[in-house]
Nanobody, 126 residues
Framework: QAQLVESGGGLVQVGGSLRLSCAASGRTFSRYSMGWFRQAPGKEREFVAGISRSAISIYYLDSVKGRFTISRDNAKNAVYLQMNSLKPEDTAVYYC???????????????????WGQGTQVTVSS
């Protein structure tokens, strides 16, 4: 069982950058595919980016392609989301999640992720 803790959120102006981190407990982190999701007030949780166990597969939501970069460091049990050129519509609570099945094909469905962090708020002001 994994415990996930996000950090790095905050308030940033339009066009700014933030780097989110997700630290995982346990010895099986390298077996998980990892995803970043976000949820804005009144909206459903949506997939943002995902990365397979060995980072062979990476997938992004279309609206963040070219601006966000997901990466992972299995030695540190961590996954990151570098967010550049932030827009007001990126404002949300961001969650990291672990897919215990370690799928090579990244799932974009929240229900297929087994473990979740508590979330970190990202607010982009105009």
């Amino acid at each position: 069982q994994a415990q996930l803790v996000e950090s790095g959120g905050g308030l940033v102006q339009v066009g700014g950058s933030l780097r989110l981190s997700c630290a995982a407990s346990g010895r099986t982190f390298s077996r998980y595919s990892m995803g970043w999701f976000r949820q804005a007030p009144g909206k459903e949780r949506e997939f943002v980016a995902g990365i397979s166990r060995s980072a062979i597969s990476i997938y992004y939501l279309d609206s963040v392609k070219g601006r966000f970069t997901i990466s992972r460091d299995n030695a540190k049990n961590a996954v990151y989301l570098q967010m550049n050129s932030l827009k007001p519509e990126d404002t949300a609570v961001y969650y990291c999640a672990a897919d215990g099945r370690g799928r090579l094909v990244i799932s974009t469905t929240p229900g297929e992720y087994d473990y979740w962090g508590q979330g970190t708020q990202v607010t982009v002001s105009s």
